[in-house]
């Protein structure tokens, strides 16, 4: 059974809404820049050691260009990954993943990114690095969460598909290997028309990490 098959919306949202709403200029273009909130009920935990609170308020970021309601949009959920999409780490494959979203919404003149503060899948930037030291002795990425006690991806996708359906979004192409992505969103009501592939150039020091995305994960990353 592929995750695909297995994925739960275990986790309701009680209310998103939005925050702020202002222009956003890049290199890639120019964006609005949108900021949202939504409170979990009843939060699964991520680890063994910490109870997860009864509620819990997680946000989100979405960067839209252009006309996203003509046609379903091409979407991006990236998760954050302080180490690859701001300091370039070469352990994985999330900087080069970031920019070819932003380059292919501005290619195709509209588009969202939506960003999801879910550092480390979800168990933390200093956590992520303790499993960056496992990794280094040896283990892959699953290995290490679990030896710290998490779960092997502690992240879930409610929150850009209730972001979706407030910009009234019923329909993307989603730019994604995951396909426990594209599950959660149709789950959800988010209907995804097309897979686009966020296969980027490997690097000798992400082989290791791809290759358990690849084998252990479930994800189509060649
Ligand atoms: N726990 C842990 N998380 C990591 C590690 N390296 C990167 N990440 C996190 O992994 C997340 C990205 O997940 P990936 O599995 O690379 O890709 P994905 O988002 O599931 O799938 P795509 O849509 O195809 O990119 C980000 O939150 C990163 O911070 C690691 O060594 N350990
Ligand atoms: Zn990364």
Partial sequence: MTQFETYNQTMPFLAVRKLADADFPTRWGHFRILGFEGVVANPEPCNDVTPAPATRIES?????????????????????????????????????????????????????????????RGIGLMAKLRAYELQDNGRDTIEA???????ADCRHFELPAEILKLLKVPAVRLITNNPEKVEALEVAGVRVVERLSAVVASDPNSEFYLQTKREKMGHLVG
Wanted: aromatic content about 4%; proline content about 3%; charged content about 20%.
């Fill in 60 to 120: 989100a970021v979405a960067l839209v260009m252009g006309d996203i309601h003509s046609a379903p949009p091409i979407v991006r959920i990236h998760s954050q990954c302080l180490t690859g999409d701001v300091f370039h780490s070469l352990r994985c494959d999330c900087h080069d993943q970031l920019h070819l979203a932003l380059r292919t919404i501005s290619e195709a003149g509209s588009g969202i990114l939506l960003y999801e503060q879910q550092e480390g």
């Fill in 145 to 151: 969460n679990l030896e710290l006690g998490y779960k």
